[in-house]
């Protein structure tokens, strides 16, 4: 599948996507709003299909965005899917690990540091921070300073 | 009968075995077989990311080439391409053959150092001894071109801090010649040794589908038939330009693995050899003055794998997102595929099969959850997997 | 002399702590046994027990994880032991001493439990072995 074939198989999703972008060569934003996240995962892991490659939490300022990063190794493609989670106080997300094992550690890395809740995740423990880490303390969030 | 065995974690190297406490694998078997393994990360976490948003972006490289020192010019490569992505830089051409040069050195001597290991795990000493000996002109020659055997800092945004000067070519090409008849004579003793063969063939092995589930990336998914590889799909530095090829091998084992890796220290010295001779003139920096508003993604292939890196920048000076992922991170947790339904003999070669860093790599003393007591430590484990060597030598 | 300090500074077995190192200074130490450096032939050798060692060689800035396990380490050490604290991270943390998850340097967490410890810095990003041997070298003439 060359590039073009490739932007048509993601058209394939537009219905659960709000935006696509493409600012430079080879480089692709696609962006979708919480709910739909776990669909269109789903069409770029197993349908298309892409290379996992991890996700990115981002704490902004009214939201949270979770970029998942794929790759399409054809063309080295980097197709990065943004997932926004709008309630900022209780954030959650529909967990991608049930069909993705590669996912099941960025997404307990992301609980440990953002406090993102991932539904149906089959796993989720502590990951990365220390045992007598404090509850709630989620250093990647805005308020945590360094 | 079942056992579920805890293993503490200590981040000693792999020479050393460790103690006590910390969990890092646990694994649960039956008799001699593995029948799951599980992982505790958190020795190893310094919190890179939030640092990152406290430094400037011309400080960062120095921050990532501390991730992981064995791959400590592919990190630094990684970001700043996330960055020169954002801001639209065009990287000098004598810049891009003296990243290619210093990233192809480090695959050497990770490579070699990784052989080393492999041998200390299974009995040959003599392999670990010559591979690190050998290794050593090749951290002298990363010296003299970079001021360190290790963390080079020599990855700016915009190109290179030092330029390779051209009074230097010559030795390094001499010092090629002889490292690769080191090599040439280490990969023979390796590959032409049939109990070699006899214990690495068919162990550990990571089928071709568990490698797509667990987005394994490097020679860990090279080794199992997926012929992905950075270099080649999303060329960078001065990768395109230059004649090389992906190493790829179906069988998925440990064998394969180490013949990937094998094959690439060669490959590697070609590719240096090219970039020496085709080395273009001019200047080793452009002045990369802001960075724009924006986000970026680079990616370089470290000797573990595919090195990504994720920036974010609101104009200022520092960056607001940094995301790092290194190779290990994706390739660590494929062990709960190649490493169930192994024996014990050979769960530390296996381990080992996916180079982890270092810091990964804790050994273990393995202890019975409900009693505490000791049923392998890794005195113990690394025994048993010579023994098994052994026994495989004397059938021969 | 003390018989126990002349006993170690003559072969002085040592035992190999990693407290959330990158691994840089984990692989210098191991290169000193390798052929070219071959620390054993003074008599020095990497142990697997810190019960058998005279001497810690510690590389990292003691992340909140590890700090618990070099405080063990140190206490099963017998005594007198000299603590090397190796590299940037462990005399000082390095560039990682803003990291939320630190909560070194070497020297801060076994004081925690032997404010008397004997401890040697061996700065570098990393040492060079060259540079590990001799500061362990000198530190031991020092005794």
Redesign the interface.
């Known amino acids: 599948m060359n590039s073009e074939e490739l932007r048509n198989k993601l058209s394939g999703i537009e219905d659960k996507l709000t935006k696509i972008e493409e600012p430079i060569d080879n480089r692709i934003y696609l962006y979708c709003e919480a709910e739909n996240s776990c669909a269109v995962n789903k069409f770029l892991f197993e349908d298309v299909p892409l290379r996992f490659v991890i996700a990115t939490g981002i704490d902004s300022d009214a939201c949270f965005e979770i970029i998942y990063h794929y790759s399409y190794d054809e063309t080295g493609c980097v197709v990065n899917l943004k997932a926004f989670i709008r309630d900022h106080d209780n954030p959650k997300i529909e967990s991608i690990a049930p069909f993705l094992p590669a996912a099941e550690w960025i997404e307990r890395e992301m609980h440990d540091l953002l406090g993102i809740e991932f539904a149906n995740h089959p796993d989720m423990r502590r990951l990365i921070l220390a045992d007598d880490w404090p509850e709630g303390v989620y250093p990647l969030r805005k308020e945590v300073k360094q | 009968m079942k056992k579920t065995i805890r293993q503490p974690v200590?981040?000693?190297?792999p020479?050393?075995?460790l103690?006590?406490?910390?969990e890092y694998f646990q694994l649960t078997v039956d008799g001699e077989t593995v029948t799951d393994i599980d992982m505790?990360?958190?020795?190893?976490?310094?919190?890179?990311?939030?640092?990152s948003?406290?430094l400037q972006f011309d400080q960062v490289p120095?921050?990532v080439s501390?991730?992981?020192?064995?791959c400590?010019a592919s990190h630094p490569l990684a970001y700043v391409q996330a960055v020169e992505?954002i801001a639209?830089v065009t990287v000098p051409d004598r810049a891009r053959y003296v990243r290619t040069i210093i990233a192809e050195l480090e695959r050497i001597h990770s490579h070699v150092?990784w052989v080393g290991l492999a041998g200390h795990f299974i009995g040959y000493d003599t392999v670990?001894?010559w591979a690190?000996?050998y290794r050593?002109p090749v951290l002298d020659m990363l010296e003299e071109i970079t001021g360190n055997?290790?963390?080079y800092g020599n990855l700016l945004i915009g190109g290179c801090r030092e330029d390779i000067g051209d009074e230097l070519i010559p030795k390094m090409s001499k010092d090629l010649d002889n490292i690769e008849k080191k090599m040439d004579m280490l990969i023979k003793a390796v590959t032409d040794d049939p109990v070699i063969h006899a214990r690495l063939k068919g162990v550990g092995v990571l089928t071709k589908e568990d490698a797509?589930?667990?987005?394994v990336t490097g020679p860990t998914a090279r080794g199992s038939g997926v012929d992905?590889d950075?270099r080649h799909?999303?060329?960078y530095a001065a990768y395109e330009e230059l004649d090389w090829q992906v190493c790829s091998v179906p069988e998925g084992d440990v064998f394969a693995k180490a013949v990937v890796r094998l094959l690439e220290v060669l490959e590697a010295i070609k590719i240096i050899r090219q970039a020496i001779r085709k080395l273009p003139k001019g200047p080793i920096k452009t002045k990369v003055k802001e960075i724009p508003p924006?986000e970026?993604?680079g990616?370089a292939e470290a000797p573990r794998g595919?090195t990504?890196h994720?920036v974010?920048s609101d104009g200022g000076n520092r960056p607001v997102?940094h995301?790092a992922?290194a190779p290990s991170?994706?390739n660590v947790?494929s062990f709960?595929a190649s490493c169930i339904g192994q024996k014990i003999a050979d769960v530390t070669i296996t381990l080992a099969a996916v180079d982890p860093?270092?810091?990964c790599t804790e050994r273990v003393a393995v202890v019975d959850k409900r009693t505490d007591e000791v049923l392998y430590d890794?005195?113990m484990l690394l025994r048993l997997s010579r023994e098994k060597t052994e026994g495989i030598r004397k059938s021969f | 002399m003390d018989w126990k300090i002349w006993s170690l500074k003559k072969s002085p077995w040592v035992f190999h702590v990693n407290t959330g190192a990158c691994n840089n200074c984990d692989i210098e130490v191991v290169d000193c046994l390798t052929p070219r450096f071959d620390i054993e032939r003074f008599g020095m050798k990497l142990v697997g027990s810190p019960r058998h060692a005279d001497a810690l060689l510690v590389t990292g800035g003691v992340t909140c994880q590890a700090a618990h396990r070099l405080r063990e380490v140190y206490r099963q050490t017998p005594k007198p032991c000299v603590v090397f604290a190796i590299g940037a991270c462990g005399c000082d943390m390095g560039i990682f001493s803003t990291g939320y998850h630190m909560t070194g340097p070497v020297d801060k967490i076994i004081r925690e439990v032997d404010p008397d410890a004997i401890i040697v810095y061996v700065p570098g990003c990393p040492p060079k072995p060259e540079a590990i041997i001799s500061s362990v070298v000198k530190a031991l003439s020092a005794l």
């Open positions: 200590i981040p000693v190297g020479l050393h075995p103690q006590e406490e910390m505790r990360i958190s020795y190893n976490h310094r919190g890179i990311e939030k640092i948003e406290s120095l921050l501390r991730i992981c020192g064995i400590s992505e639209s150092l670990f001894m690190w000996k050593e055997r290790n963390n797509v589930r667990f987005a992905i950075v799909d999303d060329a924006g970026g993604t990616r595919e990504f994720y974010r997102r995301k992922r991170y994706v947790p709960k860093c270092y810091s890794y005195d």
